[in-house]
């Protein structure tokens, strides 16, 4: 089930938030409905799963539990091991099996299993959580509320990464409070911002690029698409941050603030910029329970501290790209993103200043160009866009290359979505309720002329 079809916005989300407004007044019912909610959104979209997800939730709330009796934090250790080692399994066996077969010249045989949805998601919650349990940061929680921290079905699917210490507090809280009116139009606002970012902007532009990328897998391009092609990073950034704004809307509407994820990314003005407003979240969790960790390892003398950063570094983006998916060109992607962060690094210390100008037109060049990559699934795929580059760009097809004309200059432009919700919330006026009305009406129509493209996202 996806945020932007039907059955989700006309079927499921209007009847969790009736069966939540006649929960909402007894406090012993509010968590429980919440994650039975959340449960049903999980089961809808992955039924075969569904009992991996509450085998996961029952066996890391039960270590929690053991080590706040035995402090023993060997046992958090091995659970979280377990973890990743679920994660590996659905996500990772079946590249590891085809790179050992090409290096022993043979083609070994694959599993043939499915990707749970949101497992990318949830694994990370598990551990962000029982980490800081070990580290003394976490408190112990009862199990509903661990559950619903797991599975709560905004960001199950695909984030934003929310800290337990972001949300667990909000649990349980009642929604329909004086002033609750201000929040749902706030929610509201998010809701059909997001719905704009995915289904007029992202989904117009994957209607033009898939086709070429699917070209671009088997043969080299022509008539200047490898130009359109080039233009990828618009697409994923106007459907993650279609989601993610989605995402906190639904959570507001259920009386849970989520972190936001973008911050205007494209605006940025150097690499490290770019990485302080994009994925937000996931930039949080690798820098604070992986890049953290290892620089504090000291493996080496002081004097080669910046050695261990830089290979901390390295390894942190890397994992980030592999994170993303079983793929070479995710790795490639994540380790030039590596190479450009300790560039910058390296440039702000001993480099002359630049125009900032200057700065943001090297950073959006480079996303752009790495993007080509994240999205090509393989090398000679991404060769065969930056070799179409050579062409003339196809200025002739302008009338039907809008999303790549709006794209950019909304991207360029406009601020982060909840600055633009802020301006459009700070004192809300009953034209607001009906334009919103009407902006999502027509965003409902639109949806219903065209396939649905699932969000990015979800794949990983």
């Not at 679920?86 to 996500?91: E, R, Y």
């Not at 910058?344 to 002359?352: D, F, Q, S, T, V």
Request: charged share 10%; glycine share 8%; hydrophobic share 55%.
């Amino acid at each position: 089930m996806l945020f932007n079809d039907y059955p989700f916005l006309l079927v499921f989300l209007p009847a969790a938030l009736l069966i939540y407004r006649l929960a909402d007044p007894y406090p012993g019912l509010r968590i429980g409905v919440q994650v039975a909610l959340s449960l049903a959104f999980y089961a809808w979209g992955s039924p075969f799963f569904i009992l991996l997800l509450i085998a996961s939730i029952a066996i890391n709330w039960l270590a929690s539990i053991a080590y706040g009796r035995m402090k023993w934090p060997a046992l958090l250790t091995l659970v979280i091991l377990v973890d990743i080692g679920v994660l590996a399994l659905f996500k990772y066996a079946n590249f590891v099996l085809a790179n050992v077969g090409v290096v022993l010249g043979t083609r070994l045989p694959t599993l043939d299993i499915g990707l749970p949805l949101g497992i990318s998601f949830f694994t990370f919650h598990h551990i962000m959580y029982l980490v800081d349990l070990k580290r003394g940061k976490a408190p112990l929680c009862p199990l509903d509320r661990y559950a619903l921290y797991i599975s709560f079905f905004p960001q199950a699917i695909a984030g934003p990464l929310a800290r337990w210490s972001e949300v667990m507090h909000q649990f349980g809280k009642p929604v329909y409070v004086p002033g609750w009116q201000r929040q749902f139009c706030v929610a509201t606002c998010f809701i059909a911002l997001g719905l704009f970012e995915k289904v007029v902007i992202a989904d117009s532009i994957a209607h033009l690029l898939d086709p070429i990328y699917i070209q671009a897998a088997s043969e080299p391009l022509g008539n200047g698409d490898a130009w359109l092609a080039f233009c990828f990073s618009f697409q994923i950034l106007f459907d993650f941050s279609g989601y993610s704004d989605i995402a906190i809307g639904l959570g507001l509407l259920f009386g849970v603030q989520l972190p936001y994820n973008f911050n205007a990314p494209l605006r940025s003005t150097s690499i490290q910029d770019f990485w302080q407003r994009w994925h937000i979240t996931l930039m949080q969790f690798l820098r604070d329970y992986v890049f953290y960790p290892l620089i504090n390892l000291r493996l080496l003398p002081r004097r080669w501290l910046p050695v261990q950063f830089f290979g901390a570094m390295l390894m942190t983006m890397a994992l980030c790209g592999l994170w993303h998916g079983a793929s070479w060109t995710f790795v490639l992607w994540g380790v030039l993103h590596s190479v450009a962060l300790v560039a910058c690094a390296l440039w702000r210390r001993y480099g002359p200043d630049f125009p900032s100008w200057l700065g943001w037109a090297l950073t959006v060049l480079f996303v752009l160009a790495t993007g080509v990559i994240f999205r090509a699934g393989s090398v000679e795929a991404a060769w065969h866009v930056f070799a179409g580059l050579l062409q003339p760009p196809p200025l002739g097809r302008g009338q039907h290359l809008w999303p790549l004309i709006a794209a950019p200059l909304l991207a360029f432009l406009l601020p982060a979505s909840q600055d633009i919700v802020a301006v459009f919330t700070r004192r809300p006026k009953p034209w607001l309720a009906g334009l919103l009305g009407i902006v999502l009406f027509a965003l409902l129509l639109q949806m219903g002329g065209r396939d649905l493209h699932e969000f990015v996202y979800f794949k990983f």
